[in-house]
Protein backbone atom coordinates (compact mmCIF):
# COMPACT_ATOMS: atom_id res chain seq x y z
CA UNK A 1 0.00 0.00 0.00
CA UNK A 2 1.35 3.35 -0.65
CA UNK A 3 -0.15 5.13 2.10
CA UNK A 4 1.83 2.58 4.18
CA UNK A 5 5.04 3.02 2.21
CA UNK A 6 4.55 6.78 2.39
CA UNK A 7 4.59 6.13 6.54
CA UNK A 8 1.15 6.38 7.13
CA UNK A 9 -0.46 3.72 9.96
CA UNK A 10 -3.16 2.38 8.81
CA UNK A 11 -6.76 2.33 10.57
CA UNK A 12 -9.88 0.95 9.89
CA UNK A 13 -12.94 -0.75 11.24
CA UNK A 14 -12.88 -4.26 12.04
CA UNK A 15 -14.59 -5.60 8.92
CA UNK A 16 -12.45 -3.45 6.55
CA UNK A 17 -9.04 -4.32 8.54
CA UNK A 18 -10.14 -7.82 7.88
CA UNK A 19 -10.49 -7.07 4.34
CA UNK A 20 -7.61 -5.15 3.94
CA UNK A 21 -5.34 -7.81 5.77
CA UNK A 22 -6.82 -9.96 3.46
CA UNK A 23 -5.61 -8.41 0.68
CA UNK A 24 -1.47 -8.21 2.43
CA UNK A 25 -2.29 -5.09 4.14
CA UNK A 26 -1.04 -4.08 7.78
CA UNK A 27 -4.09 -2.17 9.59
CA UNK A 28 -5.10 -1.50 13.03
CA UNK A 29 -8.64 -2.32 13.62
CA UNK A 30 -10.80 0.22 15.44
CA UNK A 31 -14.51 0.39 16.38
CA UNK A 32 -16.80 2.24 14.58
CA UNK A 33 -18.58 5.06 15.96
CA UNK A 34 -21.20 3.25 18.77
CA UNK A 35 -19.76 0.32 19.45
CA UNK A 36 -16.86 1.36 21.20
CA UNK A 37 -13.51 3.09 22.03
CA UNK A 38 -11.12 3.84 20.10
CA UNK A 39 -13.46 5.00 17.31
CA UNK A 40 -12.64 7.35 14.21
CA UNK A 41 -14.12 10.62 16.33
CA UNK A 42 -12.44 9.87 19.45
CA UNK A 43 -8.79 9.47 17.18
CA UNK A 44 -10.20 12.55 15.25
CA UNK A 45 -10.13 14.61 18.60
CA UNK A 46 -7.09 13.42 19.93
CA UNK A 47 -5.18 14.61 16.50
CA UNK A 48 -4.27 10.47 15.91
CA UNK A 49 -5.31 10.72 12.36
CA UNK A 50 -4.21 13.18 9.57
CA UNK A 51 -6.33 11.52 6.33
CA UNK A 52 -9.39 10.42 6.35
CA UNK A 53 -10.48 8.00 3.05
CA UNK A 54 -14.02 6.91 4.19
CA UNK A 55 -16.48 5.19 1.10
CA UNK A 56 -19.30 4.03 3.28
CA UNK A 57 -21.30 1.03 2.41
CA UNK A 58 -24.04 -0.23 4.31
CA UNK A 59 -26.84 1.18 6.74
CA UNK A 60 -24.19 1.07 9.66
CA UNK A 61 -21.00 2.28 7.72
CA UNK A 62 -23.51 5.29 6.23
CA UNK A 63 -24.52 5.89 10.35
CA UNK A 64 -21.42 6.70 10.72
CA UNK A 65 -20.42 9.20 7.92
CA UNK A 66 -22.26 12.08 9.66
CA UNK A 67 -20.11 12.18 13.12
CA UNK A 68 -17.24 11.49 11.31
CA UNK A 69 -17.08 13.96 8.60
CA UNK A 70 -18.52 16.56 11.14
CA UNK A 71 -15.32 15.86 13.48
CA UNK A 72 -13.12 15.59 10.41
CA UNK A 73 -14.31 19.39 9.46
CA UNK A 74 -14.49 20.26 13.10
CA UNK A 75 -11.11 19.13 13.55
CA UNK A 76 -9.47 19.92 9.89
CA UNK A 77 -8.52 16.62 8.69
CA UNK A 78 -9.38 16.14 4.84
CA UNK A 79 -11.73 13.57 4.19
CA UNK A 80 -11.44 11.63 0.78
CA UNK A 81 -14.91 9.72 -0.56
CA UNK A 82 -14.02 7.84 -3.51
CA UNK A 83 -11.41 5.20 -3.66
CA UNK A 84 -10.46 8.12 -7.38
CA UNK A 85 -9.57 10.99 -4.97
CA UNK A 86 -8.00 8.54 -3.00
CA UNK A 87 -5.50 7.32 -5.53
CA UNK A 88 -5.22 11.31 -6.48
CA UNK A 89 -4.11 12.26 -2.72
CA UNK A 90 -1.38 9.60 -2.76
CA UNK A 91 0.11 10.45 -5.94
CA UNK A 92 -0.02 14.42 -4.68
CA UNK A 93 1.45 13.56 -0.86
CA UNK A 94 4.31 11.52 -2.97
CA UNK A 95 4.85 14.16 -5.18
CA UNK A 96 5.26 16.84 -2.43
CA UNK A 97 7.43 14.79 -0.44
CA UNK A 98 9.82 14.29 -3.81
CA UNK A 99 9.80 17.84 -4.56
CA UNK A 100 8.24 20.65 -1.94
CA UNK A 101 6.37 23.36 -2.78
CA UNK A 102 8.27 27.27 -3.58
CA UNK A 103 6.54 29.81 -3.00
CA UNK A 104 7.21 32.45 -5.24
CA UNK A 105 5.02 35.96 -6.23
CA UNK A 106 3.67 36.07 -9.71
CA UNK A 107 5.99 38.62 -10.67
CA UNK A 108 9.00 35.84 -9.89
CA UNK A 109 7.70 33.57 -11.73
CA UNK A 110 6.66 35.43 -14.56
CA UNK A 111 10.34 36.64 -14.67
CA UNK A 112 11.32 32.57 -15.23
CA UNK A 113 9.39 32.36 -18.47
Known sequence: ?????????LLATRGTAAYLRGH???VEA???VGEGRPNPVDLIINGQ???IINTPSGKTAFADRGPIRRAAVAYGVPTLTTLSAAAAAVQAIRAMR????????LQ?????V
Open 1 to 9: CELAALGFR
Open 24 to 26: GLQ
Open 30 to 32: IDK
Open 49 to 51: IQL
Open 98 to 105: AEPLQVAS
Open 108 to 112: ERQSR
